[in-house]
């Protein structure tokens, strides 16, 4: 008798199927045939291929979670262990930011590292909207940089693909606009360097806009 299919069968084969398909690739039929079942038989789990994608997110957000620890003291480290947690984890699945990015998450089990993370901003002076307000464009920003890397370098552990390659990039401009031209070296090389800088810049910002000042000292 043939086992039953369940919605973590379905999800687990959909992440692992990511890294050969893409996400254009990765269809209902497609994991149905992994599975070894006619593809009316996801549709008893999931309506369509958004709603998979949802549990799909929600799943990379449990995994990430399990192996992300408590969340550290402070606000700035807790943003940084959140932001590169989350690029990190992304990374690991082709197309990994696109499937994450719009996504209705299926269940509340982030809430929980969620209120975690907004009260090391309020601990330290944060008013709730700022917090929150500081967490959305840390999380824009690393939702965003990944979709860009992963356009240039699409598979985990891969480097960028040739037409990326700052040398033929810069031939294919021409030399009546160089700024354009030498771009590519800072555009589509050093992720990591790059990432953490505008990390750096993004931290810098929210101290300089939404962390109050202190009180001043008494006259």
Known sequence: MAQKLDRAQVVDTALRLLNETGLDGLTLRRIATELDVKAPALYWHFANKQALLDEM???????????????PDGWRTALTATCRTLRTS???????????????????????????????????????????????????????????????????????????DPEQRAGRIGADRPLAAAAGASLFTDYEQRFERGLAILLAGIEAVLLPAPPAPPA
């Open 90 to 164: 992304l990374l690991g699945y082709r197309d990994g930011a696109k499937v994450f990015s719009g996504t209705r998450l299926t269940d509340l089990g982030h809430s929980e590292g969620q209120n975690a993370l907004l009260a090391a901003f309020t601990e330290q002076g944060f008013a709730l909207p700022d917090a929150v307000q500081a967490f959305f464009t840390a999380y824009a920003y690393t939702i965003g940089f990944v979709i860009e890397e992963q356009a240039v370098a699409p598979l985990p552990g891969e480097g960028p693909a040739p037409e990326y």
């Open 57 to 71: 997110a929600t799943e990379m957000l449990r995994r990430m979670g399990a192996g992300a620890g408590s969340v």
